[in-house]
Nanobody, 121 residues
């Protein structure tokens, strides 16, 4: 699966942003898609995931602020980021995992995009 993220930007705290991840080669409808992020000097962490039924899961740090969604016809997964904080600054990665099991666990995702940078000041 080839995953291409876009939408990263630099913005001020309190702002909003929508990240996109276009997948080619495999379905986003029947599998698990996730968003992860990595800040400088820190390990990559799970942000949100969405399963084949459209059920989403979120890290506690982003609940109520971020929303993951997908458009199967467009082969695209989105991450809406609202009420952004400086601590949200990171490289954001899209990831794919085959099947219906959809944990927010980095080691279980097999395909990754190159990332898109979000900087909040």
């Amino acid at each position: 699966v080839q995953l291409v993220e876009s939408g990263g930007a630099s913005l001020q705290a309190g702002g909003s942003l929508r990240l996109s991840c276009e997948a080619s080669g495999r379905s986003v409808n029947d599998n698990c898609l996730g968003w992860f992020r990595q800040a400088p000097g820190r390990e990559r962490e799970g942000v949100a995931a969405i399963d084949s039924d459209g059920i989403a899961s979120y890290a506690d740090s982003v609940k109520g602020r971020f929303t993951i969604s997908k458009d199967s016809a467009m082969h695209t997964v989105y991450l809406q980021l609202n009420s952004l904080k400086p601590e949200d600054t990171a490289m954001y990665f899209c990831a794919w995992r085959f099947g219906t099991y959809c944990p927010l666990s980095e080691s279980l995702f097999t395909d990754w995009g190159q990332g898109t940078q979000v900087t909040v000041s």
